[in-house]
T-cell receptor, first 113, second 116 residues
Framework: SQKIEQNSEALNIQEGKTATLTCNYTNYSPAYLQWYRQDPGRGPVFLLLIRENEKEKRKERLKVTFDTTLKQSLFHITASQPADSATYLCALGTAGNTGKLIFGQGTTLQVKP | NAGVMQNPRHLVRRRGQEARLRCSPMKGHSHVYWYRQLPEEGLKFMVYLQKENIIDESGMPKERFSAEFPKEGPSILRIQQVVRGDSAAYFC??????????????FGSGTQLSVL
């Protein structure tokens, strides 16, 4: 069956360290993958999009990798700050299903000062 | 330059009542999506609409749920005869294009529906 998994346990790291979040999927062939940030009581906010033919994308302190062989995306936040504390969601988009994203359940990141 | 506006933020209904959730997309956006988020679960796609058209309603329950995006006014998600299992956060999102490939979704802050 189709499945998309993110670490369900919260990730606690020290300020200044690199946070690495994982998104694994099975039985999907995504055309692209997106990462969103969600704060309590708020809607998700788009961060990055990476296509199936791209290996890596960067934006400021954020880096996303996409390995279609391993069926995995890694999301990195370098020089993490307490303000980065939030839940991070990965979402798959498949060709032909325009706008219909399949979301993981999210990983909560806590950055301690 | 308002973002996606949803109202109400919180809605309390008794079992059997109707719930109407409203969503105004970002200015210039003509594509609207509704998602539902249950506690401890990921966002689940419900429906994708363009002005006056339902494009994809594959994620919406066949009964009691309906959605519209009229030519004028906000998009409406309507839940008739609500049951406790309908309690969830309902998020609306909009995009400039079709949401594929290079299109990101802009989400509203959601409506938290509580069914007593």
């Amino acid at each position: 069956s189709q499945k998309i998994e993110q670490n369900s346990e919260a990730l606690n790291i020290q300020e200044g360290k690199t946070a690495t979040l994982t998104c694994n999927y099975t039985n999907y062939s995504p055309a692209y993958l997106q990462w969103y940030r969600q704060d309590p009581g708020r809607g998700p906010v788009f961060l990055l999009l990476i296509r199936e033919n791209e290996k890596e994308k960067r934006k400021e302190r954020l880096k996303v990798t996409f390995d279609t062989t391993l069926k995995q995306s890694l999301f990195h936040i370098t020089a993490s700050q307490p303000a980065d504390s939030a839940t991070y969601l990965c979402a798959l988009g498949t060709a032909g299903n325009t706008g219909k994203l399949i979301f993981g359940q999210g990983t909560t990141l806590q950055v301690k000062p | 330059n308002a973002g996606v506006m949803q109202n109400p933020r919180h809605l309390v209904r008794r079992r059997g009542q109707e719930a109407r959730l409203r969503c105004s997309p970002m200015k210039g956006h003509s594509h609207v999506y509704w998602y539902r988020q249950l506690p401890e679960e990921g966002l689940k796609f419900m429906v994708y609409l363009q002005k006056e058209n339902i494009i994809d309603e594959s994620g919406m329950p066949k009964e009691r749920f309906s959605a519209e995006f009229p030519k004028e006014g906000p998009s409406i998600l309507r839940i008739q005869q609500v049951v406790r299992g309908d309690s969830a956060a309902y998020f609306c999102a909009s995009s400039l294009g079709q949401g594929a490939f290079n299109e990101k979704l802009f989400f509203g802050s959601g409506t938290q529906l509580s069914v007593l």
